[in-house]
């Protein structure tokens, strides 16, 4: 629950509560990982009514009382009674040509823009109400009206009856989180049940924020229905189930991957968005700098070997090869990629997707591939020793072959495919180059401040001011409306490239160790590290030093990168 920083401080000023017992549950609330009135309560230290009108106060709200009167029947059918229930919201009176809706959370504001969208000229007000007065008042206005409005429009299984679906309840919360979504330029949804409520977050530009929360009843249906949209087992609830659904909202074609994984509180599930009507990047969008471009263009222009791109889920490998296919995608040359799933379909190449059930794996294709003689191979993922060898052999049989691996940094590629069983000596004689890459998140253009960075930022990011000569100016996040307050919007990459020249290959072939290849392609100039093109684009003015120590403080930068991050 989000509320005013000052609300131990009000509690303090008022009587209620002395310093030590806000210390107290200060303390609980960081080892729970609580809300402060969550810590009040459970420590007995004061009643909800107190906490909640300081509450209240802190936010500049006022308080109503829901245990005490009535509310009138036409105030309460103002509201349809699923949207109350599902918000956990409540009117409670007109007073001065406003509706006064009754809360128990600050954050639920974002619902009364929601509310006023569905009631054209109505203005709306929030008071605060405690939990559990709350609950049981829309209980009261609204319960059984709720339950038969979803009951009604639900068949046993969760799915719609009527028609098109699109005046169910349930139908229109789903649609309405994946066009929230799509607006907030979600790249995942993550449905969580737990402690009485069934928590939405969306992931954006990488970080997750809390954008729903919905009462527990409502849990059973909203998974029907998801459910049966990606074709999954309904009455399964024991076992992970995965699944895809195709949308169109808006006029935009969304590619969904959904995921379910039991819990302890019940069945968590996590949607990753692909938009469809969103345009591929080319090589000059992805965030080369120059030299990276000239060397990336070079390595992907080989009449054979592998190409491979490494990182962690979700850092961009698919998008970045993607482009690579793009660059190359002419009618003289032959495509042909194995992808799992096929993420956005280009012309001009045949695109395969993987299907485990009926067989379909990366390796039976990339055989079946070899057959239909293409010039330029796209494997989806190396995840094992079959596919690799094969990739290999088509690599070292005039073929160009693109692949992704799972590896912390470009180097652990190759001791990677070793580890999978391949031959030290193919590695050697097959692998072109690696890519290594993160993303950061991008500053905001609208509200980037420059400053004047400290030494330690300087050195944190491997710089040497000395040699910069000049004043140095980094720009830092501030917050503004078109970045929603984080001083942040979209990402870019950050790459680590290793070319594969003699020494690295004569490494390889006797099966060095990785910190022996690291420094040797270090030292030789064949690597360029992550931090180096992270410095790059903070001196461009592109991220910021946190965002950049996030994803790349490690190694000897590592003091500096803790200094700097506890600043």
Not at 243 to 268: F, K, M, Q, Y
Not at 478 to 490: I, Q, V
Not at 543 to 553: N, P, Y
Request: net charge negative; charged share 25%.
């Amino acid at each position: 629950m989000s509320h005013g920083s000052d609300l131990g401080d009000i509690l303090v000023q008022s009587g209620a509560l002395d310093a030590a017992q806000v210390r107290a549950a200060r303390a609980r609330q960081r080892e729970a990982g609580e809300a402060l009135e969550e810590a009040l309560l459970a420590l007995g230290l004061t009643d909800e009514s107190t906490i909640w009108r300081a509450l209240a106060k802190a936010n500049a709200l006022p308080f109503v009382d829901l245990s005490k009167g009535r509310v009138a029947e036409a105030v309460i059918e103002r509201v349809p009674a699923e949207f109350a229930q599902e918000q956990g919201l409540m009117p409670v009176m007109e007073k001065g040509g406003k509706l006064i809706i009754a809360v128990d959370d600050p954050m639920k504001r974002i619902a009364i823009d929601q509310l006023e969208f569905l009631l054209p000229g109505v203005e709306v007000a929030c008071a605060m109400a405690t939990p559990s007065a709350l609950k049981r008042a829309i209980e009261a206005a609204y319960g059984a009206a709720a339950e038969d409005a979803v009951a009604k429009s639900m068949g046993a299984s969760g799915v719609d009856e009527d028609g098109d679906g699109s005046d169910a309840p349930i139908v229109r919360l789903v649609t309405g989180t994946f066009r929230q979504a799509l607006e907030a330029r979600a790249s995942d949804i993550h449905i969580e049940p737990g402690h009485g409520r069934i928590r939405i977050r969306f992931r954006v530009d990488g970080m997750l924020r809390d954008a729903a929360e919905h009462p527990d009843h409502l849990g059973a249906p909203l998974m029907s229905r998801l459910k049966i949209m990606a074709r999954m087992d309904i009455a399964e609830k024991r076992k992970p189930q995965d699944g895809r659904i195709g949308l169109r909202i808006d006029g935009r074609d969304i590619d969904v991957r959904a995921s379910i994984l039991p819990s302890n509180h019940g069945e968590t599930m996590v949607m990753r968005l692909l938009d469809r009507s969103k345009n591929l990047m080319s090589l000059t969008d992805l965030g080369f700098g120059t030299d990276d471009q000239r060397w990336f263009r070079k390595m992907i222009s080989a009449p054979n070997g592998i190409v491979l791109v490494t990182g962690p889920t979700g850092s961009g490998k698919t998008t970045t090869l993607y482009a690579a296919l793009q660059e190359l995608n002419r009618p003289d040359v032959k495509i042909i990629t194995a992808e799992d799933p096929v993420e956005y379909h280009i012309g001009g190449i045949n695109q395969v997707q993987v299907e485990p059930r009926i067989g379909l794996t990366f390796s039976r294709i990339l055989k079946a591939m070899l057959r239909c003689a293409p010039n330029v191979i796209l494997v989806g993922e190396i995840r094992d020793l079959e596919t690799a060898e094969i990739a290999i052999q088509a690599a070292l049989t005039g073929h160009l072959v693109f692949s992704t691996l799972h590896t912390n940094d470009a180097p652990s590629a190759l001791t990677r495919l070793v580890d999978l069983g391949v031959k030290p000596f193919l590695v050697s004689a097959s692998v072109q180059g690696v890519v290594g890459q993160r993303l950061v998140r991008r500053l905001c253009s609208d509200c980037a401040a420059s400053y004047a960075p400290s030494e330690t930022e300087i050195r944190a990011l491997g710089l040497d001011a000395a040699q910069l000569g000049g004043t140095l100016e980094f720009k830092e996040p501030k917050g503004c409306r078109a970045c929603e307050g984080t001083g942040y919007r979209g990402r870019v990459a950050l790459y680590e490239k290793l070319s594969m020249d003699a020494a690295i290959r004569e490494m390889t072939f006797k099966g060095a160790s990785l910190d022996d290849v690291r420094q040797a392609a270090t030292a030789s100039g064949g690597l360029s590290p992550l931090m180096e093109d992270g410095a790059r684009k903070v001196t461009e003015g592109l991220t910021s030093v946190t965002e950049v120590l996030r994803v790349a403080g490690t190694g000897a930068a590592g003091g500096d990168a803790a200094s700097v991050l506890s600043a």
